[in-house]
């Protein structure tokens, strides 16, 4: 489950799962919270910054993670988007200097914020992330990138 709110005045996009009903999807939360952890102090124009991860409920049997919200984001659009590639393939440099690879490039994973004079690429959803990438998975996730914004 995923929703928006706000978390000590932040607003925050939030993705919530219950271990009794769908254990894998909380290992997957996990992960996503371990790699934003990685990613920690990448500037916010690139990455949505984790702002809360954790087991909530009386038995700690639900897990949430929180992420900045983007403000004014959209999925990227190639047709409107296209002169926007510099900007996604600094994001995804940013990544990669931290050794992860995203893992699931595709439209929905990537926003476009800011506003109609300073509009900004932000990756989200690392839940497939790898982290210690190899360079020949990082370059044919730069050419995925590419790709993405020509197709």
């Known amino acids: 489950m995923s929703f928006l709110c706000s978390c000590a005045g932040t607003d925050v996009a939030v993705k ?8 894998q999807l909380v290992q997957h939360l996990r992960h996503e919270a371990e790699v934003l952890q990685i990613l ?3 500037p916010e124009a690139h990455v949505a910054p984790l702002a809360l991860a954790g087991t909530t409920g009386s038995t700690h049997d639900k897990f949430m993670l929180c992420t ?8 990227l ?4 988007d296209h002169h926007l ?3 996604a393939l600094a ?6 200097s931290r050794r992860v690879m995203h893992g699931d490039l595709r439209r929905s994973n ?7 004079d300073q509009q900004n690429v932000v990756l989200i959803d690392f839940g497939l992330a790898v982290a210690s990438a190899t360079p020949a ?9 590419t790709q993405l914004f020509t197709a």
């Open 91 to 96: 994001a995804l440099a940013s990544v990669h």
């Open 68 to 75: 900045k919200l983007v403000p004014n984001a959209r999925h």
């Open 85 to 87: 590639l510099p900007a």
């Open 40 to 42: 920690a102090g990448l």
């Open 77 to 80: 659009q190639p047709d409107l």
């Open 110 to 116: 990537i926003l476009v914020g800011g506003t109609a």
């Open 16 to 23: 919530y799962a219950d271990a009794r009903v769908a254990p």
């Open 137 to 145: 998975q990082l370059q044919a996730e730069v050419q995925q990138m």
